[in-house]
C-alpha cells in the first residue's frame, strides 16, 4: 500500500462512493426539476475501464475497503453487472454496495447478486401511489416495490430502504413505512431532507428534523437504543433503534440536525471522474483528465492522496456562509 487517505483532522477514508451515472428515470421534488437536467456527455463519462482502474488504485493503494455505486440511477448505467463483476475480481475485493430506486431490479437483482453484489439500498419515500407520483412525477410504485421484493428473494441482507419524509406531503407515513418494512424483513432508514437539490430551493425551516422522527416514531412504536448498536455504530450514518420484543431495527440518519462528520470515512468520485471529498463540498480534483493524460497509478494515488488531506472538518450547513454545491446530487452520486 502507497499510503492511505487521511485528512487533517484524523480521519481516514475507507468507504468510496462511485457515480456511474448522472441519469435517472426519476424526477424527485427534492433533487431535479420536472424538466430534468442537462446529462452528461458519453465522452465525459468514465469508461468501465476506467473505473476499474481507479477503483483498483482505492483498493490496492490507497486501503478502500467498500464501494458503492450510485447514480444518478446506477440501473441505467449499462453494463452495471459487468462492472460489479469486475470490481468483484480486483485483487484486493471489496465489499460492494449500491444505492439505487428499484426501477428495473425486479429482473437484475439475481444477475447483480451473482456478479458479487454485496449490499443494497433501495430509495422509498411513500406507500401511496399517488404521493409517489407527486414526490418522483413519475407513476412507478409498483416497479419499486417489486424491486424491493426481488433484492430480497436474491438473498441481500439486509436489504435497506431509504426514505425522506417531506412536510405535507409523506410525513404522516413514518408509521405505515416502518410496519412495512417490519412485515417485509427489510431495514427502513430515515434521512433528513439535505440541501443537495439541483432548483436550490432547500429550507432547513421546512426540513423534518431526526428529532420529529423519533417523536413520531415513539408514540406508536417502543424504540430502544440498543448499546450493541452504538458501540458497533463507528463511521456508519444511521443511528439504529431496535422495535422492543423484536429483533428489527430501524434508523435515523441526522445527516442535517446531527451531523455525524467527526467520523466520516466516505469520498466520491462522480461519473465524469471528479474525486469529491464531501458531499457538501465546493471544490473538485479532476481524476479523469490525468488518468487519460497518461499518468501512473501512482500518480494518480499521489493527488487522490492530496485531495482527501484538506477535508473540511464538517460540511458547514449551520455556518452562515455555507453554500450548496453546484451540483445536485444526481451529479454527485449519494
Known amino acids: 500500500m502507497s499510503g492511505v487517505l487521511a485528512d487533517r483532522h484524523g480521519r481516514v477514508a475507507t468507504d468510496l462512493r462511485v457515480s456511474v451515472t448522472d441519469r435517472c428515470n426519476l424526477r424527485c421534488t427534492y433533487c431535479m426539476p420536472a424538466e430534468g437536467l442537462d446529462w452528461m456527455g458519453r465522452d465525459e463519462l468514465l469508461t468501465e475501464d476506467e473505473l476499474l482502474r481507479l477503483i483498483g488504485i482505492g483498493t490496492e493503494l490507497l486501503g478502500i475497503r467498500t464501494v458503492r455505486l450510485t447514480g444518478g440511477e446506477p440501473l441505467l448505467r449499462k453494463g452495471l453487472e459487468e462492472l460489479v463483476a469486475g470490481i468483484a475480481a480486483l485483487p484486493t475485493r471489496p465489499q460492494i454496495a449500491l444505492t439505487t430506486n428499484g426501477i428495473g431490479l425486479a429482473r437484475r437483482a439475481e444477475r447483480l447478486v451473482d456478479a458479487g453484489l454485496d449490499r443494497i439500498n433501495i430509495s422509498l419515500d411513500t406507500l401511496d401511489a399517488d404521493t409517489f407520483v407527486r414526490l418522483t412525477r413519475r407513476r412507478r410504485l409498483d416497479d419499486v416495490l417489486a ?123 462522480t461519473a465524469d471522474g ?60 449519494g
Open 147 to 269: 424491486g424491493v421484493a426481488a433484492a430480497t428473494e436474491a438473498g441481500l441482507q439486509p436489504v435497506k430502504i431509504n426514505s425522506v419524509l417531506m412536510r405535507g406531503i409523506n410525513d404522516h407515513e413514518a408509521g405505515p413505512l416502518l410496519r412495512w418494512a417490519i412485515e417485509q424483513g427489510v431495514q427502513l432508514r430515515f434521512i433528513e431532507q439535505m440541501p443537495l437539490d439541483a432548483q436550490h430551493g432547500w429550507d432547513r425551516d421546512t426540513m423534518i428534523t431526526a428529532a420529529e422522527i423519533r417523536t413520531t416514531l415513539a408514540a406508536e412504536f417502543d424504540l430502544v437504543e440498543d448499546q450493541v448498536d452504538v458501540r458497533s455504530r463507528g463511521s456508519a450514518p444511521a443511528e439504529l433503534y431496535r422495535i422492543a420484543g423484536t429483533a428489527h431495527r430501524v434508523g435515523i440518519i441526522a445527516a442535517v440536525s446531527e451531523p455525524f462528520c467527526g467520523a466520516c470515512d466516505r469520498v466520491r468520485l
Open 274 to 333: 471528479q474525486l469529491r471529498n464531501c458531499l457538501f463540498a465546493r471544490t473538485e480534483q479532476d481524476l479523469r483528465s490525468r488518468l487519460r493524460s497518461g499518468a501512473t497509478d501512482q500518480q494518480l494515488a499521489d493527488q487522490w492522496i492530496a485531495a482527501v488531506a484538506i477535508k473540511r472538518p464538517g460540511h458547514g450547513i449551520d455556518d452562515p456562509s455555507f453554500l450548496q454545491p453546484d451540483r445536485p446530487m444526481s451529479a454527485i452520486g
